[in-house]
């Protein structure tokens, strides 16, 4: 369980793992040697590990922890979540989908790359909610709606309605379009699989 404590502007979480002896003593042993406290060891081991980290992205860009770093908890999530190689869980996954279907809520722009933060982090650790009001209704004009009314109750200025709603609908048309053409190109096949051999 992570714990998260303030000292002033600091921010520090303390994590309990399980590790064998020999990967504790390992720890002592590099701390003595440096003269480093464990913690400095640990986390600059860790340091070192993320920086040669990295990966081809979907788009085809050289990524690593650096692209998915925000302050906010909930952003950070919520971008792990749209990459494939990061192996998110598969109700993150679906929370992502969700996200980028009203992508003016939670994202800069309509490629969905970079997180609004700050609307993500009054919006995602509550996005079961609106989720479940688009799958209840089917209707993302509802969810958009309490979305926003959601951030006006926070404080925040929700993304101008005559633009969201377009975008969504846009989006939602780009969307169809791509799932019909996927539909009819595996008719075809099941239809050419099917016919008679002569």
């Given at each position: 369980?992570?714990?998260?404590?303030?000292?002033?502007d600091?921010?520090?979480?303390?994590?309990?793992?399980?590790?064998?002896?020999?990967?504790?003593?390992?720890?002592?042993?590099?701390?003595?040697l440096?003269?480093?406290?464990?913690?400095?060891?640990?986390?600059?081991?860790?340091?070192?590990?993320a920086?040669?980290?990295?990966?081809?992205?979907?788009?085809?860009?050289?990524?690593h922890?650096?692209?998915?770093?925000?302050?906010?908890?909930?952003a950070?999530?919520?971008?792990?979540?749209?990459?494939?190689?990061?192996?998110?869980?598969?109700?993150?996954?679906?929370?992502?989908?969700?996200?980028?279907?009203?992508?003016?809520?939670?994202?800069?722009?309509?490629?969905c790359?970079d997180?609004?933060?700050?609307?993500?982090?009054?919006?995602?650790?509550?996005?079961?909610e609106?989720?479940?009001?688009?799958?209840?209704?089917?209707?993302?004009?509802?969810?958009?709606?309490?979305?926003?009314?959601?951030?006006?109750?926070?404080?925040?200025d929700?993304?101008?309605?005559?633009?969201?709603?377009?975008?969504?609908?846009?989006?939602?048309?780009?969307?169809?379009?791509?799932?019909?053409?996927?539909?009819?190109?595996?008719?075809?096949?099941?239809?050419?699989?099917?016919?008679?051999?002569?």
């Open positions: 369980m992570a714990e998260e404590k303030q000292k002033g600091r921010k520090t979480e303390t994590l309990t793992v399980r590790i064998s002896p020999q990967t504790k003593f390992l720890i002592e042993f590099l701390g003595r440096l003269g480093q406290s464990l913690t400095t060891v640990v986390e600059r081991a860790l340091a070192e590990a920086q040669r980290a990295t990966f081809m992205a979907k788009n085809g860009t050289q990524r922890w650096s692209d998915f770093w925000y302050d906010s908890e909930a950070r999530e919520l971008q792990m979540a749209g990459e494939p190689n990061l192996h998110s869980p598969y109700s993150h996954r679906k929370r992502r989908e969700f996200a980028e279907q009203l992508w003016p809520f939670f994202f800069k722009d309509k490629n790359v997180v609004n933060e700050a609307y993500a982090t009054v919006l995602y650790p509550v996005i079961d609106f989720k479940y009001i688009y799958e209840e209704k089917h209707s993302l004009e509802d969810a958009g709606r309490a979305m926003a009314k959601y951030l006006q109750d926070a404080g925040l929700p993304p101008d309605h005559a633009f969201w709603s377009a975008a969504v609908r846009a989006r939602a048309l780009v969307y169809g379009a791509d799932v019909v053409s996927e539909l009819s190109h595996l008719v075809d096949m099941a239809e050419r699989d099917l016919r008679p051999k002569k």
